[in-house]
C-alpha cells in the first residue's frame, strides 16, 4: 500500500468549534474528516449527536447509538477517556485516541505528525484485532 493510499476518516467530538473536553458520547456533534498519510487532511461533514441519553453512567446503548452516527469512521477523537472508550478499544473496529488539545486545526496536525501509529492500529483492528493502545495526543 502506498502513502496515497493510506488514508483515515476520523470523527472529533466538538462543541462550539473547538475539540470538546468530555467523553466522546456526550459531545454535542462531531466533525468528520479525511486525513492521508501524506500530511493533508479535509473536512468532510458535522454530525449532530442524536444518541439516546444514558440510563447510567457509561451506558453501552450510548456508545451503540453514537457509533452508529458515525458509520464509515474508523478512529474517535475525545478530550476525555471514558468507560466507554475503553469499551470501544476492547471490543470494536473503532480506534480511540484521547486529546487535551482543543484547537481542531492543533488536533489534525497532531493526528498527521502520528499518522503511521495511528493507521497501524487501524489496520490490526481491520484484520478483527483489537490492540489494547488507546494514543493519547497532547
Known amino acids: 500500500m502506498t502513502d496515497g493510499d493510506k488514508t483515515l476518516c476520523i470523527a472529533v467530538g466538538c462543541e462550539r468549534g ?10 454535542p456533534e462531531f466533525h468528520v474528516y479525511k486525513v492521508h498519510a501524506d500530511g493533508t487532511y479535509q473536512f468532510i461533514t458535522t454530525k449532530q449527536n442524536l444518541s439516546p441519553e444514558e440510563k447510567q453512567h457509561a451506558d453501552p446503548n450510548k456508545l451503540k447509538g453514537v457509533l ?3 458509520s464509515g469512521c474508523e478512529v474517535v477523537v475525545s478530550g476525555l477517556l471514558s468507560p466507554n472508550f475503553i469499551r470501544m478499544r476492547d471490543t470494536k473496529p473503532v480506534q480511540p485516541v484521547v486529546t487535551s488539545i482543543t484547537d481542531i486545526d492543533a488536533l489534525l496536525h497532531a493526528i498527521t505528525a502520528t499518522f503511521d501509529q495511528v493507521f497501524a492500529l487501524v489496520t490490526a ?8 493502545t488507546i494514543p493519547v495526543l497532547e
Open 18 to 27: 473547538k475539540v470538546a473536553r468530555k467523553h466522546f458520547g456526550d459531545c
Open 68 to 70: 452508529g452516527e458515525l
Open 125 to 132: 483492528r481491520r484484520r478483527g484485532e483489537r490492540p489494547q
